[in-house]
């Protein structure tokens, strides 16, 4: 056997030891025009498992303003947006996200996961301190971990945690970062009380709107413009409920700025292609509108109706939303039932270890406002029926 193929033998050990552990993951094939109906490997069936809430990512509007602009601007940037990729596109999308979040600048990055990476290792260093919820998303954990600030984890949802670390906090900056809407576990932040508690502490409050730009807010602004917050750092997802691509931060003008100056993960990649910034302004213009509010209107039924049907599953929740775990606890076990139920005509993934914590592995359900009663009712059946 040649030195190579000994050493591929270590991947396979690796690969091997995922499997017994059921972790193992591999890409299902989606075909299609992504919408309430799904193709997964081969399979039609209602899609309960993506993030497109208002079902932007199929919307004809979104669509022509997304080929209109690849005419006028071509497919791609070319270079960074400090050197030649800085289109009109990008400059049009980041002022109307501003206005739209009430906040005095914002800027777009390619993903959510560049976007929080980037705000944290520009904002802050080994004189700062970061307090972060302990379900937060993987983006933000590994910005704290690559800001070189010192983290303190704070109990999920838990105000007098983070107080009490607070009270005895000595640094320049401070930080409370945590998402609006989980997203393995669909609960929302105590946006108030964190807010009233960064004011009492002079620290920088830090949103993440992910999962709650679109679908919370009298215009689709989030969480924290529903519940009258005004986080002094506001990210947000363009890919999730405004079904294209990409993320934003809004704020001051200086702290977006300086962003724009030491975020190495905006610097140093090739910038957004201006017809997804275009389609991102389309989906925003949309969901802003009436036309949006009638969605998220349509979405809340959907949400009531799922968790009414499966209470059995979930017990009541205090508030209920459009992501809905179903706690298994096993990883094969959460798979094997993932699988029976996309047998039957409906997709709704397993989550395991590492994006949950070890022996909480669920099913995440995610509606949209464009499922009938009858894709949801058909959801709690077979549901019922392979999981409880």
Same mark, same amino acid.
């Given at each position: 056997?040649?030195?190579?193929?000994?050493?591929?033998l270590?991947?396979?050990?690796?690969?091997?030891?995922i499997?017994?552990?059921?972790?193992?993951?591999?890409?299902?094939?989606?075909?299609?025009?992504?919408?309430?109906?799904?193709?997964?490997?081969?399979?039609?069936?209602?899609n309960?498992?993506?993030?497109n809430?208002?079902d932007?990512a199929?919307?004809?509007?979104?669509?022509?303003?997304?080929?209109?602009?690849?005419?006028k601007?071509?497919?791609?940037?070319?270079a960074?947006?400090?050197?030649?990729?800085?289109?009109?596109?990008?400059?049009?999308?980041?002022?109307?996200? %501003?206005?739209w979040?009430?906040?005095?600048?914002?800027v777009?990055?390619?993903?959510?996961?560049?976007?929080?990476?980037?705000?944290?290792?520009a904002?802050?260093?080994d004189?700062?301190?970061?307090?972060?919820?302990?379900?937060?998303?993987?983006s933000i954990?590994?910005?704290?971990?690559?800001?070189?600030?010192?983290?303190?984890?704070?109990?999920?949802?838990?105000?007098?945690?983070?107080?009490?670390?607070?009270?005895?906090?000595?640094?320049?900056r401070?930080f409370?970062?945590?998402?609006?809407?989980?997203?393995?576990?669909?609960d929302f932040?105590?946006?108030?009380?964190l807010?009233?508690?960064?004011?009492?502490?002079?620290?920088?409050?830090?949103?993440?709107?992910?999962?709650?730009?679109?679908?919370?807010g009298?215009?689709g602004?989030?969480?924290?413009?529903?519940?009258?917050?005004?986080?002094?750092?506001?990210?947000?997802?363009?890919?999730?409920?405004?079904?294209? %691509?990409?993320?934003?931060?809004?704020?001051?003008?200086?702290?977006?700025?300086?962003?724009?100056?030491?975020?190495?993960?905006?610097?140093?990649?090739?910038?957004?292609?201006?017809?997804?910034?275009?389609a %991102?302004m389309?989906a925003?213009?949309?969901?802003?509108?009436?036309k949006?509010?009638?969605?998220?209107?349509?979405?809340?039924d959907?949400?009531?109706l799922?968790?009414k049907l499966?209470?059995?599953?979930?017990?009541?929740?205090?508030?209920?939303?459009?992501?809905?775990?179903?706690?298994i606890?096993?990883?094969?076990?959460?798979m094997r039932?993932?699988?029976s139920?996309l047998?039957?005509?409906?997709?709704?993934q397993g989550?395991r270890?590492?994006?949950?914590p070890?022996?909480?592995?669920?099913?995440?359900?995610?509606?949209?406002?464009?499922?009938?009663?009858d894709?949801?009712?058909k959801?709690?059946?077979?549901?019922?029926?392979?999981?409880?």
């Amino acid at each position: 056997m040649s030195a190579r193929s000994e050493k591929s033998l270590e991947w396979v050990d690796e690969l091997l030891a995922i499997g017994r552990a059921g972790l193992l993951r591999s890409m299902p094939v989606v075909d299609g025009m992504p919408g309430r109906m799904i193709r997964v490997n081969g399979v039609d069936a209602i899609n309960f498992s993506g993030n497109n809430y208002l079902d932007m990512a199929g919307n004809k509007s979104v669509m022509a303003a997304m080929s209109e602009a690849a005419l006028k601007y071509g497919n791609g940037a070319t270079a960074s947006r400090l050197i030649a990729g800085n289109t009109e596109a990008h400059r049009e999308l980041e002022e109307y996200i %501003a206005v739209w979040k009430g906040a005095e600048k914002a800027v777009v990055f390619g993903s959510g996961y560049q976007a929080n990476m980037g705000i944290l290792t520009a904002l802050t260093n080994d004189e700062d301190l970061i307090l972060s919820d302990e379900l937060n998303h993987a983006s933000i954990i590994d910005g704290c971990r690559l800001s070189r600030a010192k983290t303190r984890i704070y109990q999920h949802l838990d105000v007098d945690a983070a107080k009490k670390i607070l009270e005895k906090a000595k640094y320049r900056r401070i930080f409370v970062v945590t998402e609006s809407v989980f997203s393995m576990d669909g609960d929302f932040a105590p946006l108030v009380e964190l807010g009233k508690l960064c004011e009492e502490f002079g620290a920088f409050l830090m949103v993440d709107e992910a999962h709650g730009a679109g679908v919370k807010g009298p215009e689709g602004q989030g969480l924290a413009a529903e519940l009258n917050v005004c986080p002094e750092i506001q990210m947000g997802t363009l890919g999730k409920a405004l079904g294209v %691509a990409g993320a934003y931060v809004a704020g001051s003008e200086p702290l977006v700025k300086l962003i724009i100056n030491k975020a190495r993960s905006f610097i140093y990649t090739t910038a957004q292609p201006p017809p997804i910034l275009s389609a %991102a302004m389309e989906a925003i213009r949309i969901v802003a509108s009436d036309k949006g509010c009638q969605l998220r209107q349509k979405l809340n039924d959907n949400v009531l109706l799922l968790n009414k049907l499966i209470r059995p599953l979930v017990g009541t929740l205090a508030a209920p939303s459009h992501i809905v775990p179903i706690h298994i606890g096993d990883s094969m076990d959460t798979m094997r039932i993932s699988q029976s139920c996309l047998k039957k005509g409906v997709f709704v993934q397993g989550i395991r270890y590492p994006s949950v914590p070890e022996g909480s592995a669920r099913l995440r359900l995610t509606l949209m406002s464009s499922h009938t009663p009858d894709d949801i009712r058909k959801a709690a059946n077979i549901l019922l029926e392979e999981a409880g």
